[in-house]
């Protein structure tokens, strides 16, 4: 019996055609067990039991106001949050998720292929990837570099595609602490194949894993 997961994938904005093999990615990670939903009551009732929420390609106020309570609660009190890709695309209305995350999205190009450097080897979710990893994603901008506040794992090499829109430093991956909490955020994830991908698989049970304490 591994932690368990709630697995979050409502939306109310853009939805991704790659949720179904995301949360079939996460079912076959191993070491979890997963609660998926899309009703928010969810996240209004208690959290404790489990040792992250996943806000899965989530978009768009998902959350009713009881729930961001409950969810500010729990990660303050010490539970684990990760958002993965269009997480960044949720709860606007809500100051505090920005917080919670580190950055908002903004905007992406094209989805085409890109080369991530591997910032930080020492953490689970990175310590398997080589110093450039070429994967193909939708390269996301954000509406702040978030490198003051949190930890970066990788970040996204813009010379190695077309219509990036934050220079140099353009973070992708991080981690950051929250209250007593532990949040773990990956911009990609957009397309389904991902989610088959060994590398890609890994740097997610990495951050899981470490926002988890598993």
């Known amino acids: 019996m591994g932690p368990r997961l709630l697995v979050h994938t409502r939306t109310t904005g853009y939805r991704h055609d790659s949720i179904p093999a995301a949360?079939?990615?996460?079912?076959?990670?191993?070491?979890?067990?997963?609660?998926?939903?899309?009703?928010?009551?969810?996240?209004?009732?208690?959290?404790?039991?489990?040792?992250?929420?996943?806000?899965?390609s989530t978009s768009g106020e998902v959350l009713t106001p009881a729930g961001r309570e409950r969810l500010a609660?729990?990660?303050e009190a010490g539970g684990g949050f990760v958002g993965v890709h269009a997480a960044a695309c949720t709860e606007y209305e809500w100051p505090y998720y920005g917080e919670l995350l580190g950055a908002r999205f903004t905007r992406h190009p094209q989805f085409q292929p890109g080369r991530a450097l591997i910032e930080d080897h020492d953490h689970p979710a990175t310590r398997h990837?080589?110093?450039?990893?070429?994967?193909?994603?939708?390269?996301?901008?954000?509406?702040?570099?978030?490198?003051?506040?949190?930890?970066?794992l990788l970040t996204a090499d813009e010379s190695s595609y077309e219509g990036g829109g934050m220079g140099a430093d353009h973070p992708l991956a991080?981690?950051?602490?929250?209250?007593?909490?532990?949040?773990?955020?990956?911009?990609?994830?957009?397309?389904?194949?991902?989610?088959?991908?060994?590398?890609?698989?890994?740097?997610?049970?990495g951050g899981i894993t470490w926002a988890a304490r598993a």
């Open 129 to 152: 990837l080589p110093p450039a990893w070429d994967f193909t994603d939708e390269w996301y901008d954000f509406d702040t570099n978030p490198r003051d506040t949190v930890r970066v």
């Open 174 to 205: 991080w981690c950051r602490e929250q209250g007593a909490g532990r949040v773990f955020y990956t911009a990609l994830g957009h397309a389904s194949e991902a989610y088959d991908d060994p590398d890609f698989r890994a740097h997610l049970k």
């Open 23 to 56: 949360v079939a990615c996460l079912r076959t990670l191993g070491g979890f067990e997963i609660d998926h939903g899309e009703d928010p009551a969810a996240l209004t009732a208690p959290l404790e039991p489990y040792a992250a929420v996943v806000f899965l």
């Open 73 to 75: 609660g729990y990660v």
